[in-house]
């Protein structure tokens, strides 16, 4: 079992930056890799971004290139997405997941998901 908990949303202004955290414990040196996924009121969930286990290899949506980046903190066990440059469209509440196999793109299928944390981005 792993468990997944997310921190670090709230509300800013366009432009503005933030930090979502996904702490995770349990078995998590049998997860593929964690994904971080957000979805908005009337939207789909889509896939933000992901950093996979073995390498520490990373990818990212086309709608958040150049502005997040995914990073992980082995010691604590905490993934990390700097959030830089935000705009209104990044509101959605962001959620963490891990699956012992694979990221799916948005997500379906993933075994572990933590409850998410909202993201807000108003003027």
């Known amino acids: 079992q792993v468990q997944l908990v997310e921190s670090g949303g709230g509300s800013v202004q366009p432009g503005g930056s933030l930090r979502l955290s996904c702490a995770t414990s349990g078995s998590t040196f049998n997860v593929f890799g964690i994904g971080w996924f957000r979805k908005a009121p009337g939207k789909e969930r889509e896939g933000v971004s992901w950093?996979?286990?073995?390498?520490?290899?990373?990818g990212y949506a086309d709608s958040v290139k150049g502005r997040f980046t995914i990073s992980r903190d082995n010691t604590k066990d905490v993934v990390y997405l700097q959030m830089n440059d935000l705009k209104p469209e990044d509101t959605a509440v962001y959620f963490c997941?891990?699956?012992?196999?694979?990221?799916?793109?948005?997500?379906?299928?993933?075994?572990?998901w933590g409850n998410g944390t909202l993201v807000t981005v108003s003027s």
């Open positions: 950093i996979r286990s073995k390498d520490g290899g990373t």
């Open positions: 997941a891990a699956d012992p196999f694979a990221i799916t793109k948005e997500g379906y299928g993933m075994r572990y």
